[in-house]
């Protein structure tokens, strides 16, 4: 049985940073894509950053130059390390392990990140 489990959220002032984390079990973590997701309330669930197998990235928009995704294979773990925080990314924080041939999307139960201006 998958299971992600993230961390690391918490109540941060304007202009700091936080760094998030997602342990995975019970798969083999490094063959497969990684993805940081966020939901605000009353808006639809977005990707933030997404990094393949092969460690390539991509960002959102709103969060290049912020935002970083990393990963440790040997650990089972996917980090988003967020920078320059503003209250706009305030949200909940699912980290997601991407569809592979018949394994479809997996998805944590999400770590509550709030920004105060």
């Known amino acids: 049985q998958v299971q992600l489990v993230e961390s690391g959220g918490g109540l941060v002032q304007a202009g700091g940073s936080l760094r998030l984390s997602c342990a995975a079990s019970?798969?083999?973590?490094?063959?497969?894509?990684m993805g940081w997701y966020r939901q605000a309330p009353g808006k639809q669930r977005e990707l933030v950053a997404h990094?393949?197998?092969?460690?390539?990235?991509n960002y959102a928009g709103s969060v290049k130059g912020r935002f970083t995704i990393s990963r440790d294979n040997a650990k089972n773990t996917v980090y988003l390390q967020m920078n320059s925080l503003k209250p706009e990314d305030t949200a909940v924080y699912y980290c997601?392990?991407?569809?592979?041939?018949?394994?479809?999307?997996?998805w944590g139960q999400g770590t509550q990140v709030t920004v105060s201006s």
């Open positions: 990094i393949t197998s092969g460690g390539n990235t």
């Open positions: 997601m392990q991407r569809s592979r041939g018949v394994s479809p999307d997996y």
């Open positions: 019970g798969t083999i973590f490094s063959i497969y894509a």
